[in-house]
């Protein structure tokens, strides 16, 4: 059973950065794409970035590019997302997740997903 738990979210001024980490257990981490999503309230969950199984390959999302970077470190099992320049449009809950297929290339495609954690609020005040 794959197991993602995401952690560092919470409240930060706008202009301000964070540092979002997802911890993975139950299936061999370093073979698996991972993505990061956020759904703020009242509103569809929408791709944030995504990163190759090897860290080779990463996509963003217009709204974060340039400002969020993601990255992993497969002997540790987790990914991250580095915020900076944070907006309070940013506000949001994050939430990580894995690709369906094994060396499978990065997607903006939250179908092609089959694992996801629990969340973590940002929240980005003006």
């Known amino acids: 059973q794959v197991q993602l738990v995401e952690s560092g979210g919470g409240l930060v001024q706008a202009g301000g950065s964070l540092r979002l980490s997802c911890a993975a257990s139950?299936?061999?981490?370093?073979?698996?794409?991972m993505g990061w999503f956020r759904q703020a309230p009242g509103k569809e969950r929408e791709f944030v970035a995504a990163?190759?199984?090897?860290?080779?390959?990463?996509l963003y999302a217009d709204s974060v590019k340039g400002r969020f970077t993601i990255s992993r470190d497969n002997a540790k099992n987790t990914v991250y997302l580095q915020m900076d320049s944070l907006k309070p449009e940013d506000t949001a809950v994050y939430y990580c997740a894995q690709h369906r297929n094994g060396l499978g290339a990065p997607s903006s495609f939250q179908y092609e997903y089959d694992y996801w954690g629990q969340g973590t609020q940002v929240t980005v005040s003006s």
């Open positions: 139950g299936r061999t981490f370093s073979s698996y794409a």
């Open positions: 990163i190759g199984w090897n860290g080779g390959n990463t």
